[in-house]
């Protein structure tokens, strides 16, 4: 369930920010998605002039672009496994971003008055990579969200999508709906039946409305068996690229 939004020059824009806070000899997670592809373009490019960088595909698809671009890529294991150089910086799209209030919550997301949601937290997950997202994301120094104005919302309240096991999918549906969610399977484009992730897996688009406490619900859905990995992103950005009509804005988190 890929989100529609702004303009492709805002998330050339974005895209192209961040990409420019890439330094020489860093190995960086390459995202997947729309404004994603913009920064792994402009890092392309950079390469070309004699940037030396290393890549972590996020997906199929950022490693077919990373290699049209010609930039040298690492398996994750390789990046991160005992001997791996690390991942110094990802960028990476969203599919939502809660902007806050910068009132009624700490840094970790917890709830502490009106506003529980602090800025920051993110959907993923459009483009059903979303658990290989959130293990470069997770393991990368610096984590870099590049967007346009249009994912940008003060509370998260779009779908969350749920990378499931084919056998566990009745069990996580009866779980979200415990958890006051509607599941709904994702079904393939052009072609019968559900979404396949890269990782064999099922994806349910899980609505809960409003989401109070995103930290609370990433806690309930990490710990339901069945579910491999889920697109609440809570505490890991490091900044957020937005680009505009007239040029982008950086939020600093």
Same mark, same amino acid.
């Given at each position: 369930?890929?989100?529609?939004? +702004?303009?492709?020059?805002?998330?050339? /824009?974005? +895209?192209?920010?961040?990409?420019?806070?890439?330094?020489?000899?860093? *190995?960086?997670? @390459?995202?997947?998605?729309?404004?994603?592809?913009?920064?792994?373009? /402009?890092?392309?490019?950079? *390469?070309?002039?004699?940037?030396?960088?290393?890549?972590? !595909?996020?997906?199929?698809?950022?490693?077919?672009?990373?290699?049209?671009?010609?930039?040298?890529?690492?398996? @994750?294991?390789?990046? *991160?496994?005992?001997?791996?150089?690390?991942?110094? &910086?990802?960028?990476?799209?969203?599919?939502?971003?809660?902007?806050?209030?910068?009132?009624?919550?700490?840094?970790?997301?917890?709830?502490?008055?009106?506003?529980?949601?602090?800025?920051?937290?993110?959907?993923?997950?459009?483009?059903?990579? =979303?658990?290989?997202?959130?293990?470069?994301?997770?393991?990368?120094? =610096?984590?870099?969200? &590049?967007?346009?104005?249009?994912?940008?919302? !003060?509370?998260?309240?779009?779908?969350? !999508?749920?990378? &499931?096991?084919?056998?566990? /999918?009745?069990?996580? #549906?009866? $779980?979200?709906?415990?958890?006051?969610?509607?599941? %709904?399977?994702?079904? $393939?484009?052009?072609?019968?039946?559900?979404?396949?992730?890269?990782?064999?897996?099922?994806?349910?688009?899980?609505?809960?409305?409003?989401?109070?406490?995103?930290?609370? @619900?990433?806690?309930?859905?990490?710990? %339901?068996?069945?579910? *491999?990995?889920?697109?609440?992103?809570?505490?890991? #950005?490091?900044?957020?690229?937005?680009?505009?009509?007239?040029?982008? /804005?950086?939020?600093?988190?």
């Amino acid at each position: 369930m890929k989100t529609s939004g +702004g303009s492709d020059a805002m998330k050339r /824009r974005a +895209g192209e920010s961040a990409a420019e806070r890439v330094t020489d000899g860093d *190995v960086v997670g @390459l995202g997947t998605g729309s404004t994603a592809a913009h920064a792994i373009r /402009r890092l392309g490019d950079r *390469v070309d002039a004699g940037l030396d960088i290393r890549g972590v !595909p996020t997906s199929f698809a950022s490693r077919e672009l990373a290699g049209e671009e010609e930039i040298p890529c690492l398996d @994750l294991p390789e990046a *991160v496994g005992p001997k791996g150089p690390g991942i110094d &910086v990802a960028i990476d799209g969203a599919d939502q971003v809660a902007t806050g209030t910068g009132e009624g919550a700490d840094a970790g997301g917890e709830a502490d008055g009106d506003d529980p949601v602090p800025g920051g937290a993110l959907i993923k997950g459009g483009g059903a990579a =979303h658990a290989r997202e959130k293990l470069v994301d997770a393991a990368a120094d =610096h984590f870099l969200v &590049v967007a346009d104005p249009s994912k940008e919302s !003060p509370r998260l309240d779009r779908s969350v !999508p749920v990378e &499931v096991l084919p056998a566990g /999918r009745t069990a996580v #549906a009866a $779980a979200v709906r415990e958890a006051g969610g509607e599941p %709904t399977l994702r079904c $393939a484009e052009r072609k019968d039946g559900p979404v396949v992730t890269d990782n064999g897996n099922l994806v349910a688009d899980c609505a809960f409305g409003e989401i109070a406490d995103p930290a609370a @619900l990433s806690a309930t859905l990490s710990s %339901t068996p069945g579910v *491999v990995e889920h697109g609440l992103f809570v505490g890991f #950005a490091d900044e957020v690229h937005v680009g505009t009509e007239s040029g982008v /804005r950086v939020d600093e988190l």
